[in-house]
């Protein structure tokens, strides 16, 4: 087996060389006036809506496009003023419809700007009409915008004529959308976020809202009557809902014949975070677990309500031991556990308060495991409270969450989507498989937000007579679920973060990268997600001897971020390599922005270096994308979604293990290289600075082990290369986490 390599260099930086270029129509496309005058229609009903409705002092308009747009295709012409942007003013996106997908976007503006919208749209059909029969061509925006064709009207300069037309193209119809549904329990509720303080707004319908009920600015518990209330004066400011009370996913207990086990007393193993139901103090691994009741004291519980919160913990202290087939060869770990829910059913509101007092008072701790799931379904539209809290935290903090994918029951749905937090983007989210590998029965289903792929893996759960043992307060016994696949995961992430000193980037696109191997592909279902995470712990830090397989870490300080100085070993004047790699970086997010959830997308070539039109160097990715390369024409965002994750905060891509590849062409840098482009959706920097972990691997055709060649070459190049060498590592770990005794 080959060791895995870490490879420490600089990055090279660059600013965004391309420019926005005029706006225009697609080749071929065409504008009608006919169209423009619907548009017109609705602005002035919406307009008269507000003028009406003077709640918000303001006005809330959704925006319905024909497909899911990019950023670059959204409005720049209407529902602005002056130098303003409209990106500035959405409080909210979703998607509508199924085929096609429509983009969706809601934005708060003032009463003015939609009169300034209405005035530019009249003069733009006044123009149209007169200058061009009614239609206005690709042809003809482009020959306005290249000067072939003056233009000139005192009321509308020619960039904001342009822009509107182009406008036009895309966009549907504008509306004021309205929750229409009631609910029958507590609800958490997100509104709109207008000009207008969230308590001033809400106590004008007669809602008292107080800090013990909010979880942010614009997102509150409320009782049933108060969401109707609500919902009947002031339908158009609920943004998002979803219930409050979350019944736990429930999995299945055995009994089985105890067995003695015992345990040695902890020294200084590294410390992982549960949050979870209560922990029974008096197990034999009680030394192991620093126990906080965040439940009131008040509340009256039994040794039921401990449970399912100290078989999660007993699996991460010492699953090996209990389950010796199961041996992942990463020891032993010390458990700090916060016991947050009671029984079968928990708040999601307190649960969410409670995580953001445990992490911020728990700095210390580096990996946390989350196996509450609700039994309900997540939305299609939004994340769920839980998540985004989950994924706020992760963003903010050097923090990593391992998360359960949920369990469905027997008379649920047969392709159920995951519960939340399993939603969560930036957690490591885990379903559950049988020995074989195979979905277990009990599984729920991706893709969340139709976009993202989760589950990220999935490992062994127990499933159909064949179960995993587990400490519970009666002693041991058998279980099955999501539950305890996730532990698994928890302890190798902890060994990657503790025991090895990886970034939780690194750690996480290891994980991924040891599942997917080389059978990943976006075609695969949403039940097991990238794969199975290997056992042994061996097996994600090592690679059979026909790979090279390395690690590079970064920050993006510019839009591009780039090395084009990979020196791979040339075989008779070719490449004989299948290739893949894999990105995880940890970005922060905007639930008010519903489906565009995440804020900053890095986008990764992996390839051989070659030269573009102008001479300069590029990377042929070896997934064939080009996006962002001078003269290609982008995508359309769903394509770009589609083939290349766009916005995705994982990205792994693959060559096919085909027999009948041949190796590649040389070029004549002789080089490889790694690019990785960075776009933000807001107007904030929120990707400036950011981590990222890339591992790399390369497979040799022929079954040739040429590591200690690559590594040669590395270092001849500048590139400091260290062999991840795991006995070695443990011994430095244990040295520096030893007890020192002064005399």
Known sequence: MNKILQLKGKFKHQTNRSGGGSPSLPKGKQVNVSHLKDLLRDLQQTLAFWNEEKTIEGALVSVYYYHVVAKSNRIKGLLCKGSELPDDSICGSKFYGVKPQQHVFTHYV???????????????????????????????????????????????????????????????????????????????????????????????????????????????????????????????????????????????????????????????????????????????????????????????????????????????????????????????????????????????????????????????????????????????????????????????????????????????????????????????????????????????????????HKPDVSYFGGDRGDYMKVCMPQGENLVRGTSFAAPWITRKVAYLIHNMGFSREVAKALIIDAAANWNRRDDSTFEIGYGVVPKRIEDILQSPDDEIRFIMTGTTDAYETYTYELPVPIHKEKYPYWARATLCYFPKCSRNQGVDYTNTEMDIHFGRVTEDNYGMPKIKSINRNRQGDAGFHSLYEAEARNLFRKWDNIKHISEELNPKSRPKLVYDSGMWGISIKTKERLAGKNGKGMPFGVVVTLKEMNGVNRIDEFIKRCILRGWIVNEVDIVNRMDVYHTAEEDVTFD
């Not at 040794?303 to 209990?322: F, Y």
């Not at 539209?381 to 923090?399: C, G, K």
């Not at 983007?425 to 195979?438: D, K, M, Q």
């Open 110 to 452: 003032e009463l003015d700007v939609l009169r300034e919208s209405i005035r530019r749209l009249s003069i733009c059909i006044d123009i149209i009409e007169q200058q061009y029969k009614g239609t206005i061509t690709a042809d003809d925006v482009e020959d306005v915008s290249n000067n072939k064709v003056s233009y000139y009207h005192p009321h509308l300069p020619k960039t904001h004529f342009l822009r509107i037309v182009v406008d036009s193209y895309y966009v549907e119809k504008f509306t004021i959308d309205k929750d229409e549904e009631q609910i029958t329990e507590q609800a958490i509720v997100t509104i709109y976020k207008t000009k207008v303080r969230t308590a001033d707004l809400l106590r004008k319908f007669g809602i008292d809202m107080i800090s013990a009920k909010t979880i942010d600015e614009t997102t509150l518990r409320l009782t049933p009557d108060e969401f109707e209330l609500l919902r009947q004066k002031a339908p158009y400011l609920i943004a998002m809902r979803t219930s409050d009370l979350s019944k736990i996913t429930l999995e299945d207990i055995f009994p089985c014949e105890p067995e003695v086990v015992t345990i040695p007393a902890p020294k200084n193993e590294p410390v992982v975070g549960v949050i979870d139901t209560l922990f029974y103090e008096d197990v034999y691994f009680k030394e192991w677990v620093d126990y906080t009741r965040m439940v009131d004291p008040d509340i009256p519980t039994t040794s039921s309500d401990c449970d399912h919160g100290t078989a999660v913990t007993s699996l991460i202290v010492d699953g090996p031991t209990i389950n010796p087939d199961m041996d992942d060869g990463c020891g032993r770990f010390r458990v700090r556990h916060f016991g947050v829910a009671i029984g079968t059913r928990f708040s999601s509101f307190t649960v969410l308060r409670a995580i953001r007092e445990i992490v911020t008072k728990n700095r210390d701790i580096k990996v946390w495991n989350l196996s509450l799931g609700s039994a309900l379904q997540v939305s299609l539209n939004f994340i769920s409270p839980e998540a985004a809290e989950l994924d706020r935290i992760q963003s903010e903090n050097d923090v990593i969450f391992v998360v359960a994918g949920t369990n469905k029951g027997s008379t649920d749905p047969e392709n159920m989507r995951i519960g939340a937090p399993a939603d969560s983007i930036n957690a490591l989210v885990v379903n559950a498989v049988n020995r074989a590998g195979e979905a277990a029965s009990y599984r729920r289903v991706g893709p969340v937000l139709s976009f993202f």
